[in-house]
């Protein structure tokens, strides 16, 4: 690990870093750690998202409820992403059921179910990617 001391004897304001080696591996390593933290944040968001949803999804068989679904994160460059949604058995039925505002559907189930908690975790996004980006500066990768 880097140590950074402060030398007196030649130069007050000098610092020394030993270690100069284990710090540039620990730069390089940087970016992956980041995108790897950033997206195990972003993933949990996404649950948390998603139970949410699947509270005032409607419930006519279950299948569009038991379809939701997150998907493990994706880095591609310097992007992370996560994607969440419904579908599968239930695919030709999901978008209109989440769509359209004049079915009924017995509160506190209702359309936009998957839209509407989604907006209400926005604020929390930042604070998630924030989050992921200090853990892999802090190197707590666990």
């Known amino acids: 690990m880097p140590v950074f001391s402060r030398v007196t004897s030649r130069n007050p304001w000098a610092i020394e870093v030993q270690g100069v080696k284990e710090l540039n591996a620990l730069l390089a390593q940087l970016p992956a750690r980041t995108a790897h933290e950033v997206g195990k944040q972003l993933y949990q968001l996404a649950n948390e998202i998603m139970t949410a949803s ?13 379809s939701g679904q997150v998907g493990l994160p994706e880095v591609t460059g310097d992007q992370v992403s996560v994607t969440l949604g419904y579908g599968d058995t239930a695919a030709t039925y999901a978008i209109p059921v989440h769509e359209r505002a004049d079915l009924y559907h017995k509160p506190p ?4 179910f998957l839209e509407r908690p989604t907006i209400e975790a926005a604020e929390r996004v930042g604070k998630a990617v924030a989050q992921g980006v200090t853990d892999a500066v802090a190197g707590d990768t666990a």
Do not use: F, I
């Open 54 to 66: 699947k509270d005032v999804v409607p419930v006519d068989t279950g299948a569009l409820r038991a």
């Open 109 to 112: 189930t209702g359309w936009k």
